[in-house]
């Protein structure tokens, strides 16, 4: 079977009783379009049948449409036709997003972009810029004069054909296009069908962007497959007024929605108590976490706001996955709720998980449904028994064919061997273990810091961090090896600070951070202009405050924060921290600093690093360099004595994919 016939035994089915609603937000009051199921298979027959006669079978469509029913028409278009989808997000003002889009028209060899009519004209005019007008056609779906449904002739499509192509979002490397087959879809979509209970019918709403797996996958194509109705919006609305998601919910009788844990934690530090007044939310029966590190402080701020009004704990439902396996890898079953466990810290920094009275909180992501997880020594590729930690190694009918056109790539993470000669496995690039059958993932290989032989989680330095003060959002900790042979990584902590909240009192963060993910990295010049509206000794305060706090949780010695105003932290479009660019700004000084707190070692560090010594300069030219050794050194020194605390990582890493 295909997915296409998957829809069509859907459409035919339930034709006119089920839908898709579409839901604007207009100053408060919603307005809907609707799409029944029996109408999308219509007009997805007339797109199929327009495609097939400009002979798209098996060729690259790049598909960059806003938010909406068009988006879902035209993809659905694209699998009738036997046509390669690409989704990819709308090319906007950033130039990394331009970048972005024109790398994939060269890597997929895209010769025609489909997009609306509103933005026809911009996209047409960013191709003739570009140099691609000559050799990318761009077509408004919305304005076609489309051949009828009737006209359409199903193509040859078996389990094994190429359905789309899903880029990856760039977390740690030039994005990559995940080769995902008709096969692929269908078993993912059954996986997350199985967790939510396998239902016949129900509701789900979302807000998740359509170019993303989890909003592909998890939101816009469980539906159909299911037999369900949605109501979505548009990531814009969501992030504008976030509220919009709960009265969805409430107003729709919605039982389960699926979002990254940024998303909870934008909801919860922005709706207001006025907003929730007479909502409820006791429909609600699965809400997945997933695409990042879950926080147990998220979940308990949501269940403390949004408890009265119908969120319960048990709806909570941490998942892990990836596009390079679709989406789904594990998930906690509906009705079950989070398992949340403490580990001692100290184990955990020698990958061994140790269950302990007090210690580090982690969530756990659930299990597989049918696939087969285990965790692996990456280096030894020796199976690791429970409660070791190691690689995440995945096979089963989800995990993808592999990446486009990069063949060494795909045969170092899909044709993963374990020392006995089992596999093929996807090599996740996920460090995590097992413990009575529940998956813990504790970060990225390429991410671990290495300090005196202990292995520090990025995630729990940017958790601890934040949690400092109010003023601080978004961080990114990397490591920065010295030039002269092995040693120890010095830790940097590149850390968001808000001017209007310097001035606010001290305690842990609302949790509000930069949650649209909106931030992106850059600013040549910016830092000096922008630290004349910057109060010095408040933001100096601050950076000592975050290094002293990282350094005696730590116990961390060679320890740096630097401060770079809001959207210094780059993310992916799936909201993830971008540590490895982060770590490319600072060292080619193109961070936004407002002030750097540098360890002498770190400092010499980043010198030798740095081409031409460009993030000295970009540092000393902003006037924020200091020599933070007898900051940190006294405070590590007593951290070392009273042992260390973690942050919790917990939750979901989509590795290279989401």
């Known amino acids: 079977m295909s997915f296409v016939q998957r829809v069509r035994a859907q459409a035919a089915r339930h034709g006119h009783e089920r839908s898709y609603t579409f839901v604007e937000d207009r100053a408060g009051e919603f307005s809907e379009s609707r799409l029944t199921f029996a109408g999308l298979d219509a007009r997805a027959r007339s797109l199929g049948a327009w495609l097939a006669r400009r002979r798209m079978e098996d060729r690259t469509v790049l598909l960059l449409h806003p938010a909406g029913l068009e988006f879902l028409a035209v993809f659905l278009g694209c699998l009738y036709s036997r046509a390669v989808a690409v989704p990819s997000p709308l090319p906007q003002t950033d130039p990394r997003a331009l970048e972005r889009a024109a790398g994939i028209i060269k890597d997929a060899d895209v010769r025609l972009v489909l997009t609306d009519a509103a933005h026809h004209g911009p996209l047409t005019a960013w191709l003739r810029e570009a140099g691609l007008d000559g050799t990318v056609e761009c077509v408004a779906t919305d304005a076609l004069g489309l051949p009828g449904p009737e006209e359409w002739t199903e193509p040859e499509i078996g389990p094994d054909t190429l359905a789309y192509l899903q880029y990856t979002s760039g977390s740690t490397s030039e994005p990559r296009g995940v080769m995902i087959t008709h096969a692929n879809l269908l078993h993912n979509e059954n996986e997350i069908w199985r967790a939510i209970g396998s239902p016949t019918e129900g509701v789900g709403v979302g807000w998740l962007p359509h170019y993303h797996d989890m909003g592909l996958i998890g939101m816009l194509l469980q539906p159909v497959y299911a037999g369900g109705d949605l109501y979505f919006a548009s990531p814009v609305a969501f992030v504008m007024r976030p509220a919009l998601w709960l009265e969805m919910i409430s107003r729709y009788r919605a039982e389960y929605t699926v979002a990254p844990n940024f998303a909870y934690e934008w909801c919860a530090a922005r709706v207001t108590d006025a907003q929730t007044a007479g909502l409820d939310l006791s429909s609600l029966k699965f809400a997945l976490n997933g695409a990042e590190p879950v926080r147990t402080s998220t979940l308990r701020t949501m269940v403390r706001r949004f408890g009265p009004i119908g969120f319960g704990e048990r709806v909570w439902a941490p998942a892990y996955g990836m596009a390079e396996a679709t989406l789904v890898i594990t998930a906690t079953p509906v009705g079950r709720g989070p398992t949340i466990r403490r580990f001692d810290a100290a184990a955990l920094e020698r990958h061994e998980a140790v269950p302990a009275g007090t210690g580090v909180e982690l969530v756990g992501c659930g299990r597989p449904v049918t696939m087969t997880v285990d ?83 990025p995630q729990d330095l940017e958790e601890a961090a934040r949690g400092v003060h109010p003023a601080l959002g978004a961080a990114a900790a990397f490591g920065v090896e010295p030039e002269d042979g092995p040693a120890d990584e010095h830790v940097v902590v590149v850390q968001e600070v808000r001017r209007e909240r310097l001035g606010g009192s001290a305690g842990h963060a609302d949790g509000s951070g930069d949650a649209d993910g909106s931030g992106h990295g850059g600013g040549d010049g910016a830092a000096g202009d922008a630290r004349d509206a910057w109060d010095g000794d408040a933001v100096a305060g601050m950076a000592r405050r975050v290094q002293g706090e990282l350094a005696r949780a730590f116990g961390v010695g060679s320890l740096s924060v630097v401060l770079v105003e809001r959207g210094g932290v780059g993310r992916t479009t799936s909201g993830k921290i971008q540590r490895s660019r982060t770590r490319e700004l600072l060292l080619t000084g193109l961070l936004p600093v407002v002030h750097a707190e540098l360890a002498a070692a770190a400092r010499d560090a980043l010198d030798a690093l740095s081409a031409a010594g460009t993030a000295r300069d970009a540092l000393g030219a902003a006037g924020t360099v200091r020599d933070a050794h007898a900051t940190a050194g006294p405070a590590a020194a007593g951290a070392a004595a009273g042992g260390t605390g973690r942050a919790a990582p917990g939750g979901v890493q989509e590795g290279e994919g989401g």
């Open 375 to 457: 965790v692996v020594d990456p280096e030894t590729r020796e199976r690791l028994g429970e409660g070791r930690v190691g690689e995440i190694w995945v096979r089963g009918g989800s995990v993808a064919r592999g990446y486009w056109q990069r063949d060494e790539a795909t045969g170092v993470a899909f044709a993963g061997r374990t020392a006995s000669g089992e596999g093929p496995f996807l090599r996740t690039g996920d460090l995590g273990f097992l413990l009575d059958g529940e998956l813990y993932v504790t970060g990225r290989i390429k991410d671990v810091i290495i300090v005196k032989g202990r292995n520090l989680y």
